[in-house]
């Protein structure tokens, strides 16, 4: 069972595993409330009720905040320290652009040195502003606020209340949970144990990081100091944090930042993330790489190899005060409830001694097509090591001293031999930027692709992800890069929301398929912009010649892909980084001048059915003509009339 959209979990592995403990003194502090008829058999008796208070219109609240106050006030001749947070009425301001609106009562912690003090919010149904939103969807908005806006914050925990009725909520870096209900009157030892596990919590235990600390400059500037091992980094700015945006996620914050114990405050980048427990540490991946690119010869490059990769200076997992390294699973005692499963996070910092522009930063479209072809020749470089990349977007790509790197190393994998396929071999990517045939799952550019797998292979070779897959990769960054600022022309528009989605659909990746197969001329001749995107159109029509023709054979390329000695007449992935290479270069002196300006306001979305009829069509026609040519339609402005 799930409760808006969030597994349901029962109240007593919320007591057992995930609520801080606080040994048996709570019998203590039951009988005092007893004694003082706080309770009468059994039952919370006074102040009155929650659900009385509700019937009568009263400020719930308060009232909230009178009953924990009254049990804190008894706990304190019992607790063994004194209590790190306080329950208190938020005050309600304006609502957000989304609908939501502050949390109703939040646990604040007392510790006045934090940047972010809430450590736990509250909704309660008679706060409601809003019916088209529930208690539980504004709590979920409240506890992602809190995840998204404290970097030092692991998890949150959240309450509902409903009349008498308790929820408890547990949303981390990789999944979310909630408890079954309690009754805060029939079930007073419940609500009881409920805030004295919180209010006497640790900073940690309430989901801080102990590893990371706020602090002011001279100026008065806020700043973070961020342990990586046992060194210390203070942050100057920071850098990235388009990950943190949703709270189950990698939550990547990347940060210039310097040594604290180095005068000269030399500049490094450091990143914090939660990574995949099955990826590899890309800090490890880094350095192994550029002990493999020094043996490389023979390279004609206008930087050395290691120019085109960052350089780690320090990395590691980060623990906890027990010194274990932290991951989401640890968080719930090492288990998740029974029948339910999640991805497992673990949390990784490292740092680089390069400070990075992301190619999405820039303003010189010149610029960022040549941080295109850089990042091309960095993918040329793994290749020739035998590797494919698996995550290139438009994060993954920075000019350091003028010159485009490729970062993100944690799924890149051999592309060839006969390897084990684990979960990490679905890794997808970041959908904006993903191959077609990724994002799918399985080949396409051949009609009689599906046909030879089936009678050839049945269900023993999955598909693979290859070098075309990330040069394609680098092909959507650049028409991204195009088409973002011209998303006021309509015709753009239903393009770009068709092609660039938050997360794919069947329809998304077939019209992202077409593309390649078609084309995506989508400005007009007269726009500044049009003659970049026809370079960037004609690779795209490259892309789909080998393609087509590496997949005319899948029971030999399936061969070829297992087998890790190189044939003797060269492989078909041997050409594409140099092709598009030239492209890249052959752009960015065409786009001499041109910058990204802000992209221009108005325009509205655009019905995809058009293009989605054309699909079915197209593939169709595939079918019946059995058509591997790239010329099916000479452009997309075709395929979408």
């Known amino acids: 069972m799930s409760v808006a959209g969030v597994p349901e979990a029962p109240l007593e592995f919320f007591l057992d595993a995930v609520l801080p403990s606080v040994a048996d003194w709570h019998a203590s502090v039951d009988r005092v409330l007893a004694k003082r008829d706080h309770i009468k058999q059994g039952h919370w008796h006074q102040p009155s009720p929650f659900s009385s208070l509700v019937a009568s219109g009263g400020e719930l609240e308060e009232h909230l905040e009178l009953v924990f106050n009254i049990i804190l006030d008894v706990s304190k001749s019992f607790a063994p320290r004194s209590a790190t947070c306080c329950l208190v009425p938020m005050p309600q301001g304006e609502t957000a652009s989304d609908g939501a609106s502050p949390p109703d009562a939040a646990l604040q912690l007392l510790d006045t040195k934090s940047r972010h003090t809430t450590a736990v919010p509250f909704r309660l149904n008679s706060m409601r502003n809003s019916e088209s939103f529930s208690n539980e969807k504004e709590l979920l908005w409240s506890c992602e606020d809190v995840l998204r806006n404290d970097p030092c914050r692991r998890f949150t925990y959240g309450i509902t209340v409903d009349g008498n009725k308790f929820r408890i909520w547990f949303p981390s870096r990789s999944h979310g949970l909630v408890s079954t209900p309690f009754d805060g009157v ?144 640890l968080m719930l005692g090492g288990s998740m409830p029974h029948g339910l499963s999640a991805s497992r996070l673990k949390h990784y910092r490292i740092v680089f001694q390069q400070v990075g522009t992301p190619i999405h930063s820039l303003n010189s479209l010149s610029e960022v097509m040549r941080a295109l072809a850089d990042a091309t020749r960095a993918l040329q470089l793994l290749y020739q090591l035998g590797f494919v990349h698996r995550d290139v977007s438009a994060g993954n790509i920075l000019v350091v001293d003028g010159v485009g790197t490729l970062t993100d190393l944690e799924f890149m994998r051999p592309y060839k031999g006969r390897v084990t396929f684990s979960p990490s071999d679905r890794f997808m990517g970041t959908p904006n930027f993903t191959a077609g045939e990724v994002a799918a799952g399985t080949y396409g550019y051949a009609s009689h692709t599906f046909r030879a797998v089936d009678v050839l292979f049945p269900a023993k070779r999955p598909f693979r992800h290859n070098p075309f897959h990330d040069v394609e990769s680098t092909l959507w960054i650049g028409i991204w890069v195009l088409l973002y600022r011209r998303r006021h022309v309509p015709k753009v528009k239903e393009f770009f929301d068709a092609h660039f989605p938050r997360q794919f659909t069947e329809r998304t990746f077939n019209l992202r398929m077409l593309a390649i197969c078609c084309g995506f001329l989508h400005l007009d001749r007269s726009d500044p912009f049009y003659s970049v995107l026809e370079i960037l159109h004609d690779a795209r029509r490259q892309l789909y010649l080998r393609y087509a023709s590496f997949e005319s054979n899948i029971g030999s390329q399936y061969h070829f892909l297992e087998n890790e000695a190189a044939p003797s007449e060269g492989s078909p992935f041997d050409d594409i980084h140099s092709v598009f290479i030239a492209h890249y270069e052959k752009a960015a002196a065409c786009a001499e001048g041109l910058l990204l300006q802000a992209p221009c306001a108005g325009g509205s979305p655009q019905r995809q059915d058009v293009l989605a009829e054309k699909i079915v069509k197209f593939q169709a026609k595939k079918i019946e003509g059995g058509s591997n040519g790239p010329e099916c339609c000479s452009d997309v402005s075709r395929a979408s009339k």
């Open 186 to 329: 029939t079930d007073v030892s419940y609500l009881i144990q409920l805030f004295l596990r919180l209010a006497f919590a640790t900073p940690e235990q309430l989901g801080c990081d102990t590893t990371m600390s706020y602090l002011v400059d001279s100026t008065g500037c806020p700043q973070m100091a961020l342990k990586v091992g046992d060194i210390v980094y203070i942050t100057k700015r920071l850098l990235s944090d388009h990950r943190s945006e949703v709270n189950c996620g990698r939550a990547t914050r990347v940060w210039e930042a310097f040594r604290e114990d180095d005068p000269q405050r030399t500049p490094v980048a450091v990143k914090d993330l939660w990574m995949p427990a099955y990826a590899a540490q890309e800090g490890n991946q880094l350095m192994e790489l550029h002990e493999k690119l020094r043996g490389l010869t023979h390279l004609c490059l206008p930087y050395p190899p290691s120019r085109y990769f960052l350089t780690v200076a320090e990395r590691g997992f980060v623990p906890t005060s027990d010194g274990v390294d932290d991951d989401t699973l």
